[in-house]
């Protein structure tokens, strides 16, 4: 996707990460046209941007950006958003969506970074943010107090070493946690400094820090999970990045519910390969379906959830953004492009970034 970029802070500083962790009702996004979908992009220009997107794909708002985030978290009830720095940032940024304006800032605390990943609460009173107690090498979840202009409340421990993305699980309050297992320190930058002895899980939490499930794949312990998808029913999917040998190409999917054994989705070896050992994304569609981008490889990877094959393959250069639709799967490229599946595409004048979210009332 788009190279990282070295950039000044501004006053909506990282807004373009609200393509992230969370759903919204489009009631509360009715004053910018209910948009279906929202990304983050730049324009060839340079300029960072937000979309709206309706559920024709049609553009409903831009808002230029002074710089690009990483990903944000979506308050339930209102067109707020909370948008954080890209790893290893100390601070996020609470979003009026309507008007652009900049509410809060949230800073992270003494021996803290965030993980760019955040979600709310059921009722949207909590905000629970992936950290880096970098010192200690521990991964927690910071909670902050909505109601009371996002004040710090405290952390709890997220059950491993390096979150990267959390989701609430539909219709409760409880917690899952891509604890990816790479230890990184700020003085060392992005360096990942423990891939020899790393240990990714996938957690699931109570809104009060007690573990109440996890998931970890001793046999591919190189293979860091990052990214979640949570379906109605319970079922998570779960992305992974392969830190190991690259001769190797382990499955990069896998899917997940509570009291069950992880399953292990993969193509067949020639096109494995061609996912070059990262998962970008991942999201569920219609009929059973869930659906992985590899940006590096080009491809989106869409499996049966039910039988565990892979029913269909997208050649598009870039592609990473990914939503579920009433037609199948809606996606997004850094390259300007955009479609339903493989049934209708058009480019557009904007570079999409990672993630596409879909506005939804379901949890």
């Not at 910018?32 to 929202?38: I, N």
């Not at 983050?40 to 831009?62: K, M």
């Not at 090498?137 to 709890?156: K, M, P, Q």
């Not at 981008?293 to 953004?321: N, Q, W, Y």
Request: hydrophobic content about 40%; glycine content about 12%; some cysteine.
């Amino acid at each position: 996707m788009l190279e990282p970029s070295k950039f000044k802070t501004g006053r909506r500083a990282f807004l373009s990460g609200l393509c992230a962790a969370g759903f919204v009702p489009a009631t509360g996004w009715a004053s910018v046209g209910s948009p279906r979908y929202l990304s983050a992009a730049r324009e060839a220009s340079g300029t960072y941007v937000i979309v709206g997107l309706g559920a024709d794909l049609s553009e409903l708002f831009r808002v230029v950006l002074p710089a690009r985030g990483h990903a944000a978290a979506a308050h339930p009830d209102r067109a707020e958003a909370v948008a954080f720095a890209r790893r290893p940032g100390v601070y996020a940024l609470v979003i009026d969506c309507g008007s652009g304006a900049v509410l809060h800032r949230l800073n992270a605390p003494q021996g803290r970074h965030f993980y760019g990943h955040g979600a709310f609460s059921r009722d949207g009173s909590r905000l629970y943010t992936t950290e880096n107690d970098f010192d200690m090498a521990r991964g927690c979840i910071g909670v902050w107090d909505v109601s009371a202009e996002y004040r710090r409340l405290g952390e709890i421990d997220s059950g491993g070493v390096g979150p990267h993305e959390i989701r609430r699980m539909p219709g409760s309050d409880d917690l899952v946690v891509a604890n990816g297992g790479i230890e990184t320190h700020p003085d060392s930058g992005r360096a990942k400094l423990n891939l020899p002895t790393m240990r990714p899980n996938l957690t699931y939490l109570s809104s009060a820090g007690a573990v109440l499930e996890q998931v970890e794949l001793p046999e591919l312990r190189r293979n860091s999970i990052r990214h979640l998808a949570a379906r109605h029913d319970g079922l998570v999917g779960f992305a992974m990045q392969w830190q190991g040998d690259a001769t190797v190409h382990p499955p990069l999917l896998g899917l997940h519910r509570r009291g069950q054994n992880a399953r292990l989705l993969k193509a067949i070896p020639q096109v494995q390969r061609r996912l070059r050992g990262y998962g970008g994304s991942i999201a569920f569609g219609a009929d059973k379906q869930v659906a992985l981008t590899a940006p590096r490889g080009g491809l989106m990877a869409v499996f049966d959830t039910d039988t565990g094959k892979m029913v269909s393959l997208l050649d598009e250069p870039d592609i990473c953004g990914v939503a579920g639709a009433e037609q199948g799967l809606i996606f997004t490229t850094g390259a300007g492009r955009l479609g339903v599946s493989g049934l209708r595409r058009k480019a557009v004048d904007l570079q999409f970034d990672n993630h596409l979210i879909a506005l939804s009332a379901d949890l």
